[in-house]
């Protein structure tokens, strides 16, 4: 059978991967099947599990493709392709999500930041006054706010945003003066009088009256 299972992740990986040409991969599926695989049948293949070419498919998936095909060898050929994609765009979002936190990670021990000061979000401001640079002016930096101080933005200076920094009111994140200012009460929907329903609505919800 041409496309047994372990050929299947041979032309995904060859014409995703790799970026191989038909002509290449027809070649190669020829040696190994020991019978002529022309460079339409490789076409017409790649048409049916709607591959893409040049998209990278990570090797765990086509691991589970290949498992996939030997439980299931009558599975259809366009499922198999949509499988492939699904599992491709989770994999993709997975190593994403992996390497930021690996930045993160490193970043963090190159500046000394340990796991308790990320519990407390101050580790970066606290450990890497060189990255962030005090303020000249009368306001403070985000980074130089201390949780009881003001944090209604008044401006920019040096290139970057400019807080009033006075002492907070009580239960806000602004002093007294920005918290009239900015925190407004949630208006209440105006009332408004009872009216009876009209006549004909009564009538068809009560059929004593009829
Ligand atoms: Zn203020």
Redesign the pocket.
């Known amino acids: 059978m041409l496309w047994s299972p372990s050929n299947v992740v041979l032309l995904i990986r060859r014409w995703c991967t790799d970026r191989a040409s038909a002509t290449e991969i027809a070649f190669g599926l020829s040696l190994i099947s020991g019978t002529i695989v022309t460079r339409n049948a490789v076409i017409g293949a790649v048409s049916r599990f709607g591959l893409v070419y040049g998209e990278t498919v990570p090797e765990i998936v086509l691991g589970a493709v290949e498992e996939f095909l030997k439980k299931n060898p009558r599975a259809r050929q366009a499922d198999v392709g949509r499988m492939i994609q699904e599992m491709t765009a989770r994999q993709v979002e997975v190593e994403r999500v992996e390497a930021k936190k690996k930045a993160v990670e490193r970043r963090n021990v190159a500046l000394g930041i340990t796991d308790a000061d990320v519990g407390r979000g101050q580790g970066l401001y606290d450990r890497a006054p060189d990255l962030l640079p005090p303020s000249t002016g009368a306001h403070p930096y985000i980074w130089e706010l201390a949780r009881t101080q003001?944090?209604?933005c008044?401006g920019r200076e040096g290139g970057h945003n400019v807080?009033?920094?006075?002492e907070?009111a009580t239960g806000s994140s602004?002093?007294?003066?920005?918290?009239e200012r900015i925190w407004m009460k949630p208006r209440q929907p105006p009332e408004r009088p009872y009216r009876r329903p009209r006549g004909r609505f009564v009538r068809c919800l009560s059929p004593v009256e009829t």
């Open positions: 003001c944090r209604c008044v807080f009033c920094g006075k907070t602004y002093c007294k003066e920005h918290h």
